[in-house]
């Protein structure tokens, strides 16, 4: 009803963008969000707002790359003549995914040896306490929050420094209990044994679904890359060793670095089916190697405000060094997931996290048959960093939120260009494959779009959603708890 009243009176977009927030703190407001966008009352404005970059965006005259269009009509055209469009290039999540049947059978005879029933509430403990954790305060944030505690207190106290010797300590303790409560207090996990194997039990199935998911991007978008070792640093019960077996056979050798010795004995009981006595490994060449990796390096961390902000700052000093030293070595590209080498579009211009989610479906660890539960979401940050230069022909817009509805798909998009993008494509005035690939785009997909070459002109924002609404829907959409960022 809200929305038919709001649709009847046609109002302006800066009333819009209100109601849209007044919507959000709703119980209906997805569904409001999605019958009222259907309206095109908004205003048009782009989303990216640096106008000294002519950069690639979609408009109604982008269309899918050729070699895309031809896969399309070739391989996915059904027997009715309908193009099936869930599996087209650029779809790199996958729907589901469930641990291999030979782990699955090792954990089982190791719960057998040491039952895990009675201590369900110390896993859901350490899985929280880890996508809680923060990084350490450096000394420049603690001198940060010093000066502004500090200056708080002598607002509210009126301290001066001529003050006596006593009420300037006085002072000092307040200042430090006020740090002590707000400064997250950092320290290094020890990993013994109870802990390593309650860590296998809660934290393997999302640690292997993530890192299956990264990998099969790898593969997907680089159908030659066949790596023959991985160098595995912070291995921990060796999830990644059985993700990249079942994408690629080439690998010979596996090298794990886990300073936990406990986490090593669970990895390679894991690998020996669960049984100490028992020589023959599951997957062969798991041990120490010569060669250091020389194409790729993944960096993977948790799904939080924390774990981005380490993940983009790795990700920044190693580009900073390769073009430091591009004279001396080959220089390097982020290859997932930002299709570009900026800075990340979605913190500099709204100041969120940029999180991919991963569909599991985790195994009961408490019954005796290992049943499989109901699907779960495991949230990650990541970056892929390869050697060597970007191939700027194929790189496609990354999806960051879509939302469909009938006949027309609002997607949120990270461009090449290093911008966001929020366009709504519908069916009569898009491509069509375009928009059948948009129609069954997740978030972390890829859009396998031709961009069109725009000046920042009135007639190219007319596409464009408005700037208003994208940032509201990506508070909506993103998933990300604001509490957790801060």
């Known amino acids: 009803k809200m929305a038919a009243t709001i649709r009847q009176k046609m109002f302006p977009g800066a009333v819009y963008s209100t109601f849209i927030k007044f919507i959000n703190n709703t119980r209906c407001h997805r569904d409001v969000y999605r019958y009222f966008s259907s309206s095109r009352v908004c205003t048009v404005a782009d989303a990216a707002t640096d106008d000294n970059t002519a950069g690639s965006k979609i408009t109604t005259e982008s269309c899918v790359d050729k070699s895309t269009a031809d896969i399309l009509e070739q391989h996915h055209r059904g027997k009715s003549g309908h193009i099936n469009y869930h599996k087209h290039p650029g779809v790199m999540i996958e729907k589901s995914t469930q641990l291999p049947a030979p782990l699955i059978k090792a954990l089982q005879i190791l719960l057998e040896k040491y039952p895990v029933a009675t201590h369900s509430a110390k896993v859901v403990k350490l899985v929280r306490y880890l ?31 001529e ?47 993530i890192l299956l998911q990264i990998f099969t991007e790898i593969s997907k978008r680089d159908v030659d890359f066949k790596p023959t070792s991985i160098f595995h640093y912070g291995s921990k019960v060796g999830s990644g060793i059985w993700a990249a077996d079942k994408l690629w056979r080439t690998i010979g050798e596996h090298y794990c670095v886990e300073e ?16 100490q006595q028992q020589l023959v490994s599951c997957i062969s060449g798991v041990h120490f190697r010569q060669f250091l990796p020389s194409s790729a390096e993944l960096l993977v961390e948790t799904g939080t405000g924390a774990g981005f902000n380490l993940i983009n700052e790795a990700k920044e000093f190693i580009l900073q060094n390769s073009q430091r030293q591009s004279e001396q070595f080959l220089p390097g590209h982020v290859f997932a997931p930002c299709p570009h080498d900026k800075s990340c579009p979605k913190l500099r211009e709204k100041n969120q996290p940029c999180l991919t989610e991963s569909v599991l479906r985790n195994v009961d660890f408490t019954s005796q048959k290992l049943s499989e539960q109901k699907s779960k979401h495991a949230r990650y940050s990541y970056v892929i960093l390869k050697k060597g230069p970007r191939a700027q022909d194929t790189e496609w817009p990354r999806v960051l ?17 290093g911008n966001l993008q929020h366009v709504v494509i519908t069916k009569g005035k898009f491509d069509k494959h375009l928009y059948g690939c948009a129609g069954h785009v997740e978030q972390g997909d890829r859009l396998p779009v031709s961009l069109s070459q725009l000046t920042t002109t009135t007639s190219s924002t007319e596409q464009q959603p408005d700037t208003s609404i994208s940032a509201t829907s990506d508070n909506d959409f ?9």
């Open 131 to 161: 996508n809680q954790r923060q990084p350490p305060v450096t000394k420049k944030e603690l001198a940060e929050k010093t000066r502004i505690v500090e200056s708080k207190l002598r607002e509210n106290e009126n301290i001066n420094e």
């Open 163 to 209: 003050e006596n010797e006593a009420a300037m300590e006085k002072h000092k303790k307040k200042v430090i209990n006020r740090l002590r409560h707000s400064i997250y207090h950092w320290k290094p996990i020890q990993y013994d044994a109870f802990t390593s194997y309650i860590y296998l039990i809660g934290r393997i199935a999302s640690d292997y679904s």
């Open 260 to 275: 936990s010795g406990h986490m090593n004995t669970l990895a390679q009981l894991l690998l020996q089916d669960g049984n």
């Open 401 to 417: 939120h879509p939302i469909k509805s009938d006949r027309h798909v609002h997607v949120h998009m990270c461009l090449p260009c």
């Open 478 to 486: 993103d998933n990300v708890n604001s509490n957790r960022r801060q």
